[in-house]
């Protein structure tokens, strides 16, 4: 007999403490049409500080040609407060995007590749093993200087150009970059196709061959409504870092198709509903996004921040 017949619901135990990783400055805004000034993306990251979010990425230092949106993240780094407590990470795709995060004070950088050969073709111009072999001297001056790094995982989930992804090859390309050494690594459903079965199938395979639950992280776009239950999947898994955006903004301009990522105002009032501690308040990240929105004029698509929208 099934418990649900016997009326007996059993409550899965989920982790207690989850770090939420904000993306919005990043993630969140490298596929806007227009390029937000670098002021209010200064206010933006400050209010999501004061939030009490403890990871925020800032920018990214990548070939300003691929991204304009973000050409001048070395100016929002200079005009931001930074609390002690809170991490402020950068994406950065080569040695070159290093040096210009160094100069900009960076202490945690991101770097990023995928499971998919074709996307890293689009996304960086180069395959998974090249991309592999440009992260190696990377890594070796990030730890010379004891700067924290993050690999991501894009198309961890599906791709936009190869269809379905085998668990097989994310677990390669996990390895590799656990090789390398990196220490977190974040799987990215970068198009929004993720179902929990596809969340369990993927975990279930990374934990079979030895990885650590520890150095995984989670990150959902919403682009077919999944994102949150993906996150509740995640949970279940005893995952706890997970990417979220402040208002669900986001994408990857060679992601076509993908919508925004989960929002974390979302996924707080999951957290906060569950009795999962993160130390975030939601009406501060709220705020944030209230901010953001005033300079992008128009109200990002985040569903808790609709709920609350007209609200004083
Ligand atoms: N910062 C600034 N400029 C950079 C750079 C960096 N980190 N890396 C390369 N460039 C510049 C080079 O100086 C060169 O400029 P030039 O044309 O004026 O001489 C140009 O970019 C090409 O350099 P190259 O090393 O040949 O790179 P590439 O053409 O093979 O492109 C990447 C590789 C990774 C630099 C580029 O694809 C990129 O920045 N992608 C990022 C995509 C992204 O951020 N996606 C969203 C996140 S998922
Ligand atoms: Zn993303």
Not at 138 to 147: C, D, G, N, P
Not at 165 to 181: G, N, T, Y
Not at 247 to 259: M, S
Request: charged share 20%.
């Amino acid at each position: 007999m099934e418990p649900w017949e016997e009326h007996a619901i059993r409550r899965p135990t989920l982790p207690s403490r989850v770090t939420v990783y904000e993306v919005g400055p990043r993630d969140g805004l490298q596929n806007e049409p227009e390029t937000v000034s670098v002021e209010a993306r200064v206010k933006f990251v400050d209010l999501l500080t004061d939030s009490g979010l403890k990871a925020i990425e800032v920018g990214s230092f990548v070939s300003p040609k691929a991204i304009p949106q973000l050409a001048d993240t070395a100016a929002v780094y200079r005009g931001i407060h930074r609390a002690s407590g809170t991490r402020y990470p950068a994406l950065v795709p080569n040695l070159k995007g290093l040096e210009r995060a160094m100069e900009a004070g960076v202490r945690e950088i991101a770097v990023f590749t995928a499971a998919s050969e074709t996307f890293n073709q689009h996304n960086i111009q180069a395959g998974v093993d090249e991309s592999i072999e440009r992260f190696r001297p990377v890594i070796a001056r990030a730890q010379e200087e004891k700067i924290r790094v993050r690999g991501y995982v894009s198309t961890a989930f599906g791709c936009p150009y190869e269809g379905a992804i085998s668990p097989d090859a994310v677990r390669e390309v996990v390895h590799k970059l656990l090789d390398l050494p990196v220490d977190e690594i974040s799987l990215g459903d970068t198009i929004g196709v993720a179902t929990p079965a596809g969340v369990y199938d993927v975990i279930e395979s990374l934990y079979d061959s030895g990885v650590a639950r520890g150095v995984l992280a989670l990150h959902f776009h919403d682009t077919r409504g999944t994102a949150l239950a993906n996150v509740y999947a995640g949970l279940q898994c005893g995952i706890s870092t997970y990417d979220s955006a402040a208002g669900g903004l986001g994408g990857c301009p060679y992601a076509p198709g993908a919508a925004g990522n989960v929002a974390t105002e979302d996924v707080l009032y999951l957290l906060d509903g569950l009795g999962i501690e993160s130390g975030v308040s939601l009406p501060g990240v709220v705020s944030a996004s209230r901010a953001l929105a005033a300079s992008l004029g128009r109200r990002p698509p985040g569903r808790y921040l609709g709920a609350v929208w007209g609200a004083a």
